[in-house]
């Protein structure tokens, strides 16, 4: 039975099931488009509010230190991730490397809690998008009614009907094709960057040196009335750690980990990719070393702008213009947000809709689901399906006690991925690969320490949570997936069967 549980897939056979016809998706991506797919769904949340929260509540001004940490963390699963893609363009991502290097069941497990990270991932972001509209109607003079509305701090039962219609129309243009996904992602991005930019450069002017002091805070400031309990780290996490000094940056390094989720989304388009031997690499790591310095260049502007122990934790960089005397910066701020976060959505429902295409297509779920558009080379029915749960899920459930699912998901992903390398090394190296992690095992191993050692820097309960989820896994798994595998049925793909 171990032996079944653990047969791995041939790379060959995986490259040859993308080009059956009727399950083929429509190679039309670039190096700029996977990049600008990086950029879109890892600048989000993050950029604009988890700042605030981990200066006030953990680093102070050595929140770039932070982001520095939790960069370096996920540029060592940065090159494993780049050396598979590259190797194996597949759709799939983590999960297709699995099936190469560890076997059925680990690869099983792995998409599983993928389908799970990028629903919640897209869920979570869906409502974040909501609260911001709400936010500008307000302002606007239109209030949106309590029972069509974000259900956070609320007595009143209702339905989010903003998160719920974002998620449908995105899912609809996810449908139509990935060349409109590109078009329309490229836009948004430069939107959301110029608008960091321009965060950047105007607050660059309203620096003063003495709120860089103390730069590391050595204990929690004491203020009355100030609250360090921040809702978006409750919708996150949980919890609101709030330990100081050296360790105070890598508690906040596991909690901004949070703001660089995404750039493995990148992964999961590698089949879509006209090149993908040379682009994927500089797609994840350009799209992840041009928002590390962008996280970086923001929280040195706005911890210098405010003293730490004064920032917002909902709104710091709008907060901070607003204690300045700039109030105009608040808005456009907050519009850079909304619009932001309409990448992010996308691209974590275009993740998982390729991760579960790629289980259908693999036979370990119903093969229904792999078969794509006639015209549009998509995989529409995963995709509807999804985006009509996800929408249901970000309309009605509240999600602060499941959104924590994602980081310890996405770090599990990372550590298996490290791991595919360094077994693929071994059982394969004959296979060409056109981007090699450098340093092996060094920089496989240190991936797979610093992911697990953020992940024990979550609290208890994800951890339960994670297992339940993990658990149901397994029983779909005995279920279904371990008889219906198309490995189990000895079906392959010939040459001749793809012309």
């Not at 490259?15 to 769904?41: C, M, N, Q, R, Y």
């Not at 209702?158 to 060349?179: H, P, Q, R, S, W």
């Not at 901004?256 to 989720?261: L, T």
């Not at 309960?461 to 279904?480: D, H, N």
């Amino acid at each position: 039975m171990s032996s079944t549980l653990f047969r791995t897939k041939k790379v060959e056979q995986s490259i040859l099931d993308t080009e059956e016809p009727e399950h083929a998706l429509k190679k039309s991506l670039s190096a700029l488009d996977l990049t600008v797919f990086g950029v879109g769904v890892i600048i989000g949340t993050g950029i604009f509010v988890l700042t605030g929260t981990v200066a006030k509540n953990n680093a102070g001004p050595a929140t770039a230190l932070a982001f520095v940490a939790a960069g370096v963390a996920c540029a060592l699963a940065a090159l494993c991730y780049a050396e598979f893609a590259s190797t194996v363009p597949v759709a799939g991502s983590a999960y297709t490397f699995s099936y190469a290097s560890l076997g059925e069941l680990p690869a099983w497990i792995i998409g599983w809690d993928l389908v799970l990270e990028f629903a919640l991932g897209t869920a979570v972001v869906a409502v974040g998008w909501s609260g911001y509209i709400q936010s500008l109607m307000d302002n606007a003079g239109w209030a949106m009614p309590a029972a069509l509305g974000s259900r956070e701090g609320s007595d009143v039962f209702g339905f989010d009907i903003l998160a719920a219609a974002l998620v449908l129309v995105l899912t609809g243009i996810l449908v139509l094709g990935m060349k409109l996904s590109a078009r329309i992602t490229s836009l948004v991005v430069a939107i959301k960057v110029t608008v960091v930019l321009v965060v950047i450069i105007a607050g660059a002017f309203l620096i003063k040196g003495e709120n860089y002091d103390p730069f590391i805070p050595k204990e929690q400031p004491v203020e009355a009335g100030a609250s360090l309990d921040s809702p978006l780290i409750q919708l996150m996490f949980g919890w609101a750690p709030s330990n100081f000094g050296v360790m105070g940056i890598f508690t906040a390094a596991s909690v901004v980990f949070f703001a660089f989720i995404g750039f493995d989304v990148v992964a999961t388009a590698a089949e879509e990719t006209r090149n993908p031997q040379r682009d994927m690499p500089r797609g994840i790591l350009g799209s992840l070393f041009i928002c590390t310095a962008l996280y970086v260049a923001v929280s040195i502007v706005v911890t210098g702008m405010q003293h730490y122990s004064r920032l917002s934790v909902d709104a710091p960089l709008a907060d901070a213009f607003k204690a300045t005397g700039h109030p105009w910066y608040a808005g456009f701020i907050s519009f850079g947000a909304a619009v932001g976060l309409t990448t992010v959505c996308m691209i974590l429902l275009l993740g998982q809709t390729r991760v579960f295409f790629a289980m259908s297509r693999d036979g370990l779920l119903p093969r229904f689901f792999s078969r794509v558009h006639p015209r549009f080379r998509t995989p529409h029915r995963p995709t509807i399906l999804l985006g009509v749960v996800i929408a249901i899920l970000a309309g009605f459930t509240p999600l602060t006690e499941l959104a924590a699912l994602v980081n310890i998901g996405t770090l599990f992903a990372f550590v298996v991925v490290a791991i595919g390398v360094l077994v693929l090394r071994r059982t394969r190296p004959d296979l060409h690969r056109a981007f090699r992690t450098p340093w092996v095992p060094v920089i496989p191993i240190l991936s797979v320490c610093a992911s697990l050692w953020l992940m024990i820097n979550l609290p208890a309960e994800t951890w339960v949570r994670f297992g339940i989820w993990m658990a149901a896994g397994f029983v779909v798994y005995f279920l279904y997936g371990r008889t219906h595998s198309r490995l189990a049925k000895g079906e392959e793909t010939r040459p001749e069967q793809t012309l």
